[in-house]
């Protein structure tokens, strides 16, 4: 099967759920077993058959042969480190997003695991680094400065020194990039964003080749409470049926906005890997098949008039998440990257003048005419 087809019809087992076209949700904490510890399920946080599901569609999207769900994508990663141990060191790429910063500096340190950020352009700094280390963990594209990283060379770098890689598509989607053929040991998605595609529910997967992953992954789903609900999983199910459709959409907008925000007076910059411009341009050509529908715009504006732009907009709405069917707009030194410390947001270029766009799939005529009516206003701030 083929991208769309596989989204539309993989994971199907239709006497499971009595021949129904979409999967009924699976509403029950317990099952029946048929004898004292001997059962397909046994309890919905151990597993569920709209677990069951969703994995076998995303884990065929991804080329992968598991897949665990979780409650949330820092619930995924929560599981993955939880399986580390104290002492262990973690080595990760900057340009990491602002959660997943938060719960590596402020929670897992406080468990004696040793994380190490690094700047991703000394390979010899970032070869000696990998030494003795677990995991390495990287984004690509980055959030929110759209940075493009070699998935192929980190993952072999990764291999050479046996340390598992951890790639995080999630702005990619397994519809554009599927990491684990580059030779990522483990891919991880927020299935809140793209995934899903409906800003209606909350969820992450890690999807991986190897078996003993994927049972350590599914002990600490059932061990933490990491799970997520039957419900959520089928509104991902449910969603996953429209994600190359939606995402084709998505990018056509994105690359219309990066070229015409490139021509506006108070636009500094334009982060849009699809841009022949950008420093990952070739890289994002090799290990992509398209470059995503995410740009951050860094805004020649005083603070007073780009905040007055961010709440006027009509159609970008002003909130944090992505990847929704809807256009949204955020300031992440202040949202999504609040918990960074300011003098590492402005070392990394994360400038209280950038702004963070997830184009939606509305007539981007709209999304642009949108900007158009605020354009002399902002020009007039900037003069």
Not at 114 to 121: A, L, V
Not at 130 to 151: H, K, Q, S, V, W
Not at 344 to 367: F, N
Request: one cysteine or more; hydrophobic letters at 40%; a negative charge.
């Amino acid at each position: 099967m083929r991208f769309s087809t596989k989204a539309l019809h993989a994971g199907e087992n239709r006497h499971l759920y009595q021949s129904s076209v979409m999967p009924p949700i699976y509403m029950t904490s317990t099952f029946v077993q048929e004898e004292p510890g001997q059962g397909e399920y046994e309890y919905t946080r151990a597993g569920n058959p709209n677990f069951t599901i969703l994995e076998s569609t995303l884990a065929a999207l991804e080329d992968a042969q598991y897949a665990t769900v979780f409650s949330s994508g820092l619930g995924a990663l929560t599981a993955l480190l939880s399986s580390f141990k104290s002492g262990d060191r973690v080595v990760a790429l900057e340009g990491l997003y602002g959660g997943t910063y938060r719960l590596f500096m402020q929670v897992f340190q406080n468990f004696d695991l040793s994380i190490e950020i690094i700047p991703p352009h000394d390979f010899n700094h970032l070869k000696q680094a990998l030494r003795g280390a677990c995991l390495f963990c990287f984004e690509t594209p980055t959030n929110p400065l759209l940075d493009i990283y070699d998935i192929k060379a980190l993952t072999d770098l990764a291999r050479s020194q046996d340390v598992l890689s951890l790639v995080d598509s999630t702005f990619a989607t397994p519809y554009v990039q599927n990491p684990l053929k580059l030779g990522a040991d483990i891919v991880w998605h927020s299935t809140t964003k793209y995934i899903g595609g409906h800003s209606d529910t909350i969820g992450g997967v890690m999807m991986t080749n190897k078996k003993d992953i994927k049972e350590k992954l599914d002990f600490a789903r059932k061990a933490l409470g990491v799970n997520p609900s039957p419900f959520d999983c089928w509104l991902v199910t449910r969603g996953v049926k429209t994600l190359a459709v939606r995402m084709d959409r998505h990018q056509a907008n994105a690359e219309t906005l990066a070229t015409y925000f490139q021509e506006q007076d108070y636009v500094k910059k334009v982060y849009y890997p699809g841009l022949s411009i950008h420093p990952g341009n070739a890289i994002a050509a090799k290990q992509m098949r398209g470059f995503g529908g995410m740009l951050s715009l860094d805004i020649d504006l005083p603070t007073d008039a780009l905040k007055q732009w961010l709440c006027s907009l009509e159609y970008f709405k002003l909130a944090e998440s992505l990847g929704g069917v809807e256009s949204l707009i955020c300031h992440p030194a202040t949202m999504t990257h609040a918990s960074i410390p300011r003098e590492e947001r402005l070392r990394l270029g994360i400038s209280d003048q950038l702004v963070r766009l997830s184009v939606g799939i509305e007539e981007v005529e709209d999304l642009i005419e949108d900007f158009n009516k605020k354009a002399p206003k902002l020009n007039t701030a900037l003069t």
